[in-house]
């Protein structure tokens, strides 16, 4: 394919935001009426940051499917962005909600379910001790301090264009020469993440030596496969490498599961074998009922254990009133004993490999520079011709224009992408249609711009 012409994705992308505009009048309204009591007319930042000029207000939402304020219906392959991969309100899950509401949402007291939950995450993540979080951000922030605590270490090491939540330790990257920096956008960073933090290219074993080896490292915090950057899967013999080298040095390692739990019941880890000191997953975990968890090691259990005042525990920085609530509890349990199963992937599994290979078709058809990768029911399309390495290469393919393009193309066909990148969740209250809807309009974008 030849280059995109740019002035040509111009107008393409005006037409499309009038379309867009014509067929989204109440959403408009309301979100001119939105600006007047929340800043940005949004509840969260990042919700302004969708393809159209204005935010979609949803109506409903049921399995693969929502609707919105002005009678558009769509195909939701973004799931919250992983919160709802279940598919929204699995029944078992709204079940256990309704019950648990009646006898008690929040006592900071445990009911005995939550012992359910604690054996179930053995059994499948193969770690013994496990507490409880509402955000995965919490979950990290609360591995690495316990990380930093026992090691006496200061540091922590992430991978270039990683994410794992708003934890300040993370936000940084490296320029185009190589060099560490608080990552673009970091707001009011509470200090310069270079003091606290080191971050490397993934894949790059070289470099993870070289930053270990100084022993100032408590923890590397890792998600298993890239997936914020597109997806990024480990070379061969990196999995291996990142485990025996933190031994070697005495830096824990944290496997950040949470969006990678689209590969199986247990996640990469146990999908692949890997051995974390800690692992942390939220999202999909309670069926979009806030919830997230950490689990560890008896060695770390044990560690940990030795160097706490349980008299100072509440004001350690660890905690949250409302983790472990009953209601996150009961969801989660209904979520892991009856949704999030084997059954569960092999279906999403099947429909994700139709998605992909839809894709792919219009790839090699229209012999586009362009790749779609795929982990478990999670995929994505990349402009560029070959899948990255790592988070740098990746980034530096990030075309926003054209991401905003193929977006908002799909949005005023009915589906919607995850936004700030070109990815799709599919649950198994997808339909094969659905994907074939998909395919169709993701080719009728391509022939637009051909
Ligand atoms: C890998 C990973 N970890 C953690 C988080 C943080 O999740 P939350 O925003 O729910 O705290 C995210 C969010 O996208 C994520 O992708």
């Not at 989204?24 to 990042?46: E, I, N, T």
């Not at 951000?137 to 270490?153: P, Q, S």
């Not at 399309?381 to 990030?398: L, V």
Request: net charge negative; aromatic share 10%.
């Amino acid at each position: 394919m030849p280059a995109i012409n740019r002035e040509k994705l111009k107008n393409l992308l005006k037409a499309e935001e009038a379309l867009f505009l014509k067929t989204h009048p109440k959403s408009f309204d309301l979100y001119q009426r939105a600006r007047k009591s929340l800043h940005g007319g949004v509840p969260m930042l990042w919700m302004i940051r969708w393809a159209g000029t204005f935010p979609i207000f949803a109506k409903e939402a049921k399995g693969a499917h929502f609707t919105d304020v002005d009678g558009n219906d769509y195909i939701d392959f973004c799931l919250g962005d992983t919160g709802a991969m279940t598919g929204h309100g699995p029944e078992s899950t709204v079940q256990a909600i309704s019950e648990q509401i009646q006898k008690g949402i929040t006592l900071m007291l445990p009911f005995e379910d939550v012992i359910w939950v604690g054996e179930e995450l053995q059994r499948r993540f193969k770690l013994p001790f496990w507490q409880f979080a509402l955000t995965a951000t919490d979950a990290n922030r609360f591995a690495l301090r316990m990380a930093r605590h026992i090691t006496g270490r200061s540091r922590i090491l992430v991978f270039n264009y990683c994410y794992h939540g708003s934890v300040d330790e993370t936000l940084i990257s490296l320029d185009e020469e190589g060099t560490p920096m608080s990552r673009s956008g970091n707001l009011g960073p509470q200090i310069d993440p270079r003091e606290t933090s080191k971050v490397i290219e993934f894949n790059d074993i070289a470099a993870l030596e070289t930053a270990l080896s100084s022993r100032e490292v408590a923890a590397v915090l890792a998600e298993p496969v890239m997936t914020n950057i597109g997806i990024i899967h480990p070379s061969p013999g990196y999995h291996e490498a990142l485990r025996e080298l933190t031994r070697k040095y005495g830096t824990y390692l944290i496997i950040d599961e949470t969006h990678t739990i689209c590969t199986g019941p247990g996640g990469y880890t146990a999908s692949h074998g890997l051995q974390p000191d800690f692992l942390t997953l939220g999202k999909p975990l309670a069926g979009g009922v806030p919830a997230a968890i950490y689990g560890f090691t008896e060695e770390v259990s044990k560690a940990f254990a030795a160097k706490l005042s349980v008299d100072d525990s509440d004001a350690g920085g660890i905690g949250g009133t409302l983790a472990g609530n009953a209601l996150s509890i009961a969801a989660m349990k209904a979520t892991l004993q009856n949704v999030l199963t084997e059954e569960f992937y092999s279906k999403a599994i099947v429909l994700q490999e139709q998605f992909t290979a839809g894709v792919e078709g219009v790839i090699k058809e229209f012999e586009l520079p362009w790749i779609v990768k795929q982990l478990g029911n999670r995929s994505e399309y990349w402009f560029r011709p070959r899948p990255p390495k790592n988070g740098g290469e990746a980034h530096a393919a990030i075309d926003p224009e054209l991401d905003r393009y193929m977006h908002l193309f799909a949005l005023n066909r009915g589906i919607l992408m995850t936004p700030f990148h070109n990815m799709a969740l599919i649950s198994p209250e997808t339909t094969p249609a659905d994907v074939d809807h998909h395919t169709k309009v993701f080719r009728d974008a391509v022939m637009t711009l051909v």
